[in-house]
Every structure is written in C-alpha cells, then in structure tokens.
C-alpha cells in the first residue's frame, strides 16, 4: 500500500486525496488552516461555482493560462464526472446562466462538507493547522515532508496543492511554489489573473457601485486594441470589477509587467448598434424630449448617474436645450456612447486576485500524471501550477482534474 501525503486541503488537495484514497493508497492530507477548503468556501460568492457545463474544447478555451497542458487531465476526470462524484455521495447540483454549476443549497459549504466526508469514508487522513515547510528527499527521490514544528510524515510520493498566492487569508500564499523552487523547479513568476483594475478617472468615485450589463469592453495599449469582453461590469471606488473587467485583467497585469503604459479601456455602452442605428435611436429620443435639457433628454438611453459622465466626455453641456444640438455634437455624443475612456492604471493587490497565474513552469510537469519530471514521487495540483482560467467554474475544474490525475499517479506508482 503506497502512502501519499497531500500538501494542501483545498479543492486540488481534496480531489486528489479522494483519487488517492479509491486507488487505495494510504493517505494523509496536510491542511496550515484550522479548517480545509477556506478558498472554496468564497467562490462564486459563497455559493461555489463547481464547474461549468460545456464541453472538453470550450472548457481549455477557457481555460487561456495553458489550458491545452490540462488536456489529459480534464479527459481523465470531466465536469460530468464532478457532477457525478457530488451527486453520487448525496449533494444536488444545478446548472445556471452560462453554462456554470452550484449546489442546489447555494450554499459553498455543502461542498466543502460532502468532499471531506468522501475522503474520510475512504479512510483517508485529513489533518489541519499542519504547515510544511519542506519537502525531504533520499537518493534522488521524494521520501516525505518536514512540517513547521520540526515534525516529518514519510510517505512514497508527494502531492503539492497548496494553492497560488491570492487571498493568503484561506492559506492559499504561495507556499507551494516556494516548496516547488525549494526542489530546484522553475516558477513562472506569480501575477494576478483575476483581479479588479484601478484607474485615476476623476468621475470614478462618483459611480461607484453602477453595475452595467450587455457591454463590451476593450483594452487598448499605447493605441492598439490588445484584447476585448462582452458582458457585465461595475464600477467600485477604486476603479472597475465585474466578470468582464476580472476576464481582461490577466492581459492588464501582463502589460503591467511589461512595463507598459497608457492602458486604456474602452467602453461601448450599446454593443448591439451600429453607430448609424445609435444615432437615429438618440435622435428619436431627442424628437419626443427635445424641450429638455440635454441631461434629462438622455434619460432612457443610460443610467442617470452615467449620464454627466458621458456628455462630459463628448464636451456637452449637460443644461443645453436638446433641440439645439447640432449634428457635430450628436456625433460627438454617438461616438462617446461607443467607446467611453477608463484610463487603467493598475491591477488591486495579487491577495485580492481570485486566481493566480504563473506557478510551477508545465514544461516540468507530465500532463497525463502530474508527477514531476525533476523528482520521482513528486506530483502537483491546482493552483500551484502555472494554470488559469476565466471565471465560470473552469479554475475549479482544472483544480479538481489535476488533483485526480496526481492522485490516481501517485498511489499506483
């Protein structure tokens, strides 16, 4: 009976350990946390957003921080076979706008409670408020792990899942890429990938907490369009968040990174007309409002707290009659409706980032298992590989794929 020691009881850890457990290793799961799964508990708002129901190629599109490397994985263990797996062992699951998955109960705990009740009716052991701090080798091979006080478990292989470097407040910081640079393994240098962006626009407190829908937004770099989402976003007091802005804000770090300035996004208020058909809708909105002020003459077109914004952009003064705009200035109007400017100047803190991209370089990592290629009985899992995905339940995924391909590896090896 191979023993596994799993660093890590997060979403990877779990799954590998339950993986680990069915193979029929001897398994210990090593948690810092006084409790396992504290990152899955804030997923999805709580609610955990388990998976998305799409197939295996839309799921590596989605998947754009090395998604062909989870190829094997995702193959191995699928969506369907985590629906499966949660089912099976008594939690109900549904499926929600865009393809994503939660448990019935809304409630992110149910699934944290149903994994490590899977794993503890396997006879594995879950152990919390452990932290490694190393992990110990002999003749070339992996042959256990050292703990923080002084204490250390022997064990065949070795699983890190200790997650990336976000929210460090569930454990997830960094600690498993320093145990993975500890063994001479490359890290891709750890950058947020989900994250809300900051800009120094001076309306920006002034929208804080308007959530727009249907909008699409585009990042330009010193001019040049980079990369574009469609969907809903919000303004916060320090900038902009929302699904859309967390989708783009991988390109927005990498450009950072890079050293690059004027990153601007641009925002079409009215994605779905042309500029020809915005115009003859604002000038039939100007007909039946045209003895207003422009401010109010523009009130079933935007949000009123947008409102001053946009004519501000479009330099119109918001007390003028509607019906002595001139066509320059409807225009002008049309154009900013088409592509409002944020200017970007950041991304929040990588603790504040839901996903972390960079990790242990995938060069170094068998995809099929997930075992090392610098150290016999060394396998990773999750986050602490150089993987990210869009938000929707992919991230989760890819956590739960890699956890079962390392843990089936692990205790057959």
Known sequence: MNKVIVVGGGAAGLLAAVAAAEQGAKVTVLEKMFKPGKKLLITGKGRCNITNDCELQEMIKNIPGNGRFLNSALRQFTNEDMVRLLNDNGLETKVERGGRVFPVSDQAKDVVDTLVKILRDLGAELLTDICVT??????????????????????????????????????????????????????????????????????????????????????????????????????????????????????????????????????????????EKLDARVQRDFEQYSRKQLL???????????????????????????????????????????????SITGTRPLAEAIVTAGGVAIKEIDPKTMRSKLWPGLYFAGEVIDIDGYTGGYNLQAAFSTGYAAGTAAAEQ
């Open 296 to 342: 109010n003459g523009m009130k079933d077109l935007l949000p009123q707290r947008l409102i001053p914004v946009v004519l501000d952009q479009a330099f119109l003064d918001e007390e003028k009659p509607v019906n002595q705009i001139s066509k320059e200035e409807r225009r002008r109007l049309v154009e900013t409706l088409k592509g409002l400017s944020v």
């Open 134 to 275: 190393e992990v110990l080798t002999e003749a070339g091979q992996v042959v256990g792990v050292k703990t923080k006080s002084g204490k250390s478990f022997k064990a065949d292989a070795v699983i890190i899942a200790a997650g990336g470097a976000s929210y460090p407040g569930t454990g997830s910081d960094g600690s498993g890429a320093k145990l993975a640079e500890k063994l001479g393994h490359t890290i891709t240098p750890l950058q947020p990938s989900l994250v809300p962006l900051t800009s120094d626009s001076p309306y920006i407190a002034n929208l804080q907490g308007l959530s727009l829908r249907n909008v699409q937004a585009v990042v330009y770099c010193e001019g040049h369009k980079v990369a574009a989402d469609f969907g809903e976003m919000l303004f916060t007091h320090f900038g902009v968040s929302g699904p859309i802005i967390l989708s783009l804000s991988k390109t927005v770090a990498t450009l950072l990174e890079e050293n690059k300035t004027e990153i601007d996004l641009m925002l079409d208020l009215k994605p779905a007309l042309s500029i």
